[in-house]
């Protein structure tokens, strides 16, 4: 069998925990393949199109376990290599790009085809889901085509999270394995970017994935937002005064609230749950609009990831990371979709209120982690 990811692009091999990524370009060779076996890969992946209808020049191959890259998998296999595109998925989204131009990625760029491997192949079997079951199909090889979707990107080569991607792989072994994987496939599901997906069902998507991940009573509002911000918290909080949409809103609809953190999720909770019960429109005003919403979720997720990680001891935040939690709250508070921040800022990033911030707070990081060396190796500078 091959397995491989048709639309990632990556740099160099790279080995996880019984797992291997191997790049490939088409009509190169490859180390762990004989010739052949490298005329063979052409052939499989030559269906897989871009949208000049193309074949793909750059892709990934998975090598699982001890197996060669040809040999084939048995079910346990394909379902661990199902599983750790979705870790490769969530691993490379967290440190992706926003309002940039390029360097940016979506789940969708991380879909894994296994495939039966032949020497010279002729026909392609597909397997298709219905309501009452599967169907199976076979087409000449010369008349298959799987198209690249429209809304992923190949111009990048993706960037993997490799110290998040081990934390995860570490984490197999403990009883929060479960909870981790349901919630980080609701995570990816909420961040395909396809067109077939509804802001709404994205929502949903986005909110169980926080609350698979740090609510101790599912379905309740309290216990999520305690969640959060407990866990999530920031050097220097921003007060609710400080906050030009937080003092616009009616104050009588969070009126517990001492946090721009816990208005936040308490607001994208009830959003969700106008969805979740039936209703297309939200049945309420909301303080962030759905896109909002799903660019802030979508940003502290993997934030909130790292952090559950690290109180089990099985990761260690960065200084990117640690800009991002101070970050947040100021994110919550600017506007990131009007009119004139429009695809044409994305030449231009630094125009974007979300780089600024970004910018700024990484910045202020910086001179805070230099005053305070200074002020270890010179105390008395400081009085």
């Known amino acids: 069998m091959l397995c491989f990811f048709p639309w990632l692009k990556i740099r160099e091999k790279k080995a996880f925990d019984g797992f291997e990524l191997i790049p490939y370009k088409r009509g190169a060779s490859i180390d762990s393949l004989d010739k052949e076996q490298v005329e063979a890969v052409d052939l499989t992946t030559q269906p897989f199109v871009t949208l000049k209808d193309q074949p793909v020049t750059d892709c990934t ?94 111009s990048d080569t993706i960037k993997i999270d490799e110290n998040l991607l081990n934390s995860l ?44 991940l740090i609510s101790t009573k599912p379905g309740n509002e309290d216990a999520l937002a305690e969640g959060l911000v407990s866990l999530l918290v920031p050097k220097k909080e921003i007060p609710l005064t400080g906050c030009e949409r937080i003092a616009a809103m009616d104050q009588d609809r969070f009126r517990n609230s001492s946090s721009i953190r816990d208005i936040w999720v308490r607001d994208l909770y009830r959003f969700r749950n106008s969805h979740a019960h039936g209703n297309v429109d939200a049945t309420h005003p909301t303080v962030w609009s759905s896109m909002n919403h799903l660019l802030l979720g979508s940003f502290i997720y993997p934030v909130v990831l790292k952090l559950f990680l690290k109180n089990l001891n099985l990761y260690t935040l960065t200084e990117k990371d640690e800009a991002c939690i101070e970050a947040f709250e100021k994110l919550t ?51």
Do not use: M
């Open 61 to 154: 191959l998975l090598r699982v376990s001890s197996n060669g890259v040809t040999e084939d998998l048995n079910d346990e296999e394909r379902d661990a290599a199902f599983l750790f595109a979705e870790l490769i998925a969530v691993s490379c989204l967290s440190i992706r790009d926003f309002f940039q131009y390029g360097r940016y990625c979506n789940r969708d760029n991380f879909s894994l085809f296994i495939q039966r491997y032949e020497q010279k192949p002729k026909h392609v079997a597909i397997l298709s889901k219905r309501r009452d079951g599967t169907t199976w199909n076979s087409l000449p090889l010369d008349k298959y085509r799987v198209q690249k979707p429209e809304h992923v990107h190949l």
């Open 169 to 212: 792989l570490l984490s197999k072994d403990l009883e929060e394995w479960d909870k981790i994987t349901d919630s980080l496939l609701f995570y990816n599901l909420a961040n395909r970017d396809s067109p077939d997906a509804r802001d709404f069902t994205e929502i949903i998507f986005l909110v169980s994935a926080f609350e698979r």
């Open 333 to 383: 508070c600017a506007e990131h979709f009007e009119e004139k921040q429009d695809a044409t800022d994305r030449a231009e990033p630094n125009n974007h209120p979300w780089n600024s911030i970004i910018s700024e707070t990484s910045s202020e990081l910086i001179w805070d982690r230099i005053a305070q060396k200074i002020e270890e190796q010179f105390p008395e500078t400081g009085k």
